[in-house]
């Protein structure tokens, strides 16, 4: 059943793509109103690149705020444009970069808006569109509204179906980790279930948050949720343990689920009962291994789980350290600078640049979305890709429908890369813009000239970025380290005393802040640094963090009052508390 919904997922994300770049393009041939079906397009083509596979309240959050920011760009852009002077035009992009810039390190939904604010303004600006000014915006919403229809259409039928997936997700990788430990795997298994479990956190986010009584469904979920909270911390404690599981202890998560979340959701009580883990038995029978604090718990656990109440406390994930004013300023003058110099290249070199250098720097300079070199490299390859596709189509073939076939194939392309590959994105994105604008009445051959303008606005950016903010990753992976070793110091000096809820609470935050100060780190090494200068060794503390937790939760669960357990078998050296406390001391950039 897995299988068959994963395999569904896969094909209708290219399809929702395929299907909203194509239709509106289809209905302005058929209508013989190409420009506003043209405009329509970019809007869904914008809308494919954020439709995403999470909550459906969250997506139409994000793509109506997403839509809203460019059309008004795009407003504001075109009247620019529409005053005939160049100086307007220049100083209506470096304005929105400015305030592009300046709400982009605030959250993820405010960086797409402020990202797509800014291109609607370089669109705007750049693409003369006749007819009264409302007609573009109003057409540009229309091609997001057709993304929001699609993405949201699955809804009616399958209302609390990601939510469900993101909860299994947690006990299928709780199982994975329990039948990792005593193997070399067991830590990264620990982090993927971490990661499970953060996935499944964003995901119930809203249910967690509502007063009342939640619908039978909903109740059903929370509860398996909440009960997946505990099961983290039962599982960290088995593999600090370290003692190779039998497959009757390893499949208790698994059990668990079926009972919890069973795929027939019409299933009474007395099924549930008899998808209980048919060898539950051996888990607390009398093997060498019957008797520790995890099995114990585990058992416990997997007896309560029917019992766990929907209405617990709710658990809070709070964020890491955003961003600094200090930060936010100096990423929005620099964006601003960057789209000052290109415009002004543009300007300068004359010839079809137009809005293609300033949309380029805008795709570009993300750095809260990756490292900004790979960020680079990877626009580059994917626009040659693109230009080399699209001119292989050409070739063939100059046919109007032909062309817009040509667009939903590669808008599924660019939605398949979206979740994969930046470059492959990239790919799509450039052959499907070489469509629209060959629609609009501009047949030039502008496959050299937009390899070049590609790579100028890539140079730019990275030689502002790395000569004038070049320790920026660095900087965010540091407060993210020194931020999730303090929230590993308040689970190991506070959860002994601490009643359930708050305890949970505790542990979630510290494992939650690690992964991300893992990734923050892994970000800061991908990013090229002065020669000679070595970063600090975050990944080291980070681990030994994540090693202490595991060491409080298999504390918390003893039966026995004392120290942080450090005996470890399965011929894993012992490492003991003071050593790893001395791992969580502040580290300096």
Not at 397 to 416: P, S
Not at 501 to 512: D, E, F, K, N, V
Request: hydrophobic share 50%; glycine share 10%.
């Amino acid at each position: 059943m897995k299988t068959q919904r994963n395999a569904t997922a896969a094909i209708a994300v290219p399809a929702r793509a395929a299907v909203a770049l194509a239709a509106p393009l289809l209905a302005g041939v058929w209508t013989g109103h190409v420009i506003p079906a043209v405009i329509a397009g970019i809007g869904a083509l914008w809308g494919v690149s954020q439709d995403g596979s999470d909550p459906y309240r969250l997506r139409v959050r994000r793509l109506g705020s997403m839509g809203l920011a460019a059309a008004l760009g795009l407003l504001a852009g075109e009247l620019a444009l529409r005053t005939a002077a160049a100086a307007a035009v220049t100083v209506c992009l470096v304005v929105a970069a400015l305030a592009a810039g300046a709400v982009s390190l605030r959250g993820r939904v405010a960086s797409v808006a402020g990202m797509h604010l800014l291109l609607g303004v370089t669109i705007g600006s750049g693409i003369p569109v006749p007819g009264p000014w409302w007609k573009a915006p109003l057409a540009l919403l229309a091609g997001v509204g057709l993304v929001i229809v699609l993405s949201a259409a699955p809804w009616l039928w399958r209302r609390h179906e990601i939510e469900r997936d993101a909860v299994l997700a947690v006990y299928r990788a709780s199982s994975a980790a329990l039948a990792a430990a005593g193997s070399p795997g067991a830590e990264d298994a620990r982090r993927r279930l971490t990661a499970a479990l953060d996935q499944a956190h964003q995901v119930m986010g809203r249910h967690l948050t509502r007063r009342g009584p939640a619908r039978t469904e909903a109740a059903s979920l929370l509860a398996a949720f909440h009960v997946a909270v505990r099961l983290g911390e039962v599982t960290s404690a088995l593999v600090w343990e370290g003692r190779v599981l039998p497959a009757s202890v390893t499949d208790v998560p698994l059990g668990m689920a079926r009972r919890l979340l069973p795929e027939d959701r019409s299933a009474g009580p007395e099924r549930a009962e008899r998808s209980r883990c048919p060898r539950r038995d051996a888990v607390d029978g009398s093997g060498p291994d019957a008797g520790t604090p995890g099995l114990r718990a585990l058992v416990a656990l997997d007896a309560e789980s029917d019992r766990v109440r929907a209405d617990e406390v709710t658990l809070r994930l709070s964020g890491g350290p955003g961003q600094g004013r200090a930060d936010r300023v100096r990423y929005a003058v620099l964006l601003a600078v960057c789209v000052l110099v290109a415009q002004l290249c543009a300007e300068v070199l004359h010839g079809p640049r137009g809005y293609w250098l300033p949309m380029t720097v805008a795709f570009v300079y993300k750095p809260d979305f990756g490292p900004v070199f790979r960020r680079s490299l990877h626009r580059c390859a994917g626009t040659v890709a693109g230009v080399a596709a699209i001119g292989s189509v050409v070739l063939l073939t100059t046919d109007t429908y032909a062309l817009i076939g040509a667009v939903a194939a590669f808008g599924a392309l660019m939605a398949v890369g979206v979740r994969r590959h930046y470059a492959l994105a990239t790919t799509g994105l450039t052959a499907v813009v070489f469509v629209l604008l060959d629609l609009l009445g501009d047949h030039r051959a502008l496959y050299g000239a937009r390899i070049l303008d590609t790579a100028l606005a890539a140079a730019i950016v990275l030689v502002a970025h790395f000569a004038l903010w070049p320790r920026s990753a660095a900087g965010r992976a540091a407060a993210q380290t020194e931020a999730a070793l303090a929230a590993a110091r308040r689970y190991r000096d506070l959860a002994p005393e601490a009643g359930p809820a708050q305890r949970h609470a505790l542990r979630r935050s510290a494992y939650h802040r690690l992964a991300e100060a893992r990734r923050a780190a892994a970000h800061a090494h991908d990013e090229p640094g002065r020669p000679g200068r070595r970063l600090p060794d975050w990944q080291r503390a980070i681990g030994a963090a994540e090693r202490l937790c595991d060491a409080v939760s298999a504390r918390n669960l003893s039966a026995r009052p004392g120290p942080v357990p450090v005996e470890r078998s399965a011929g894993r050296p012992a490492e003991r508390p003071p050593a790893l406390c001395g791992a969580l001391a502040p580290v300096r950039d």
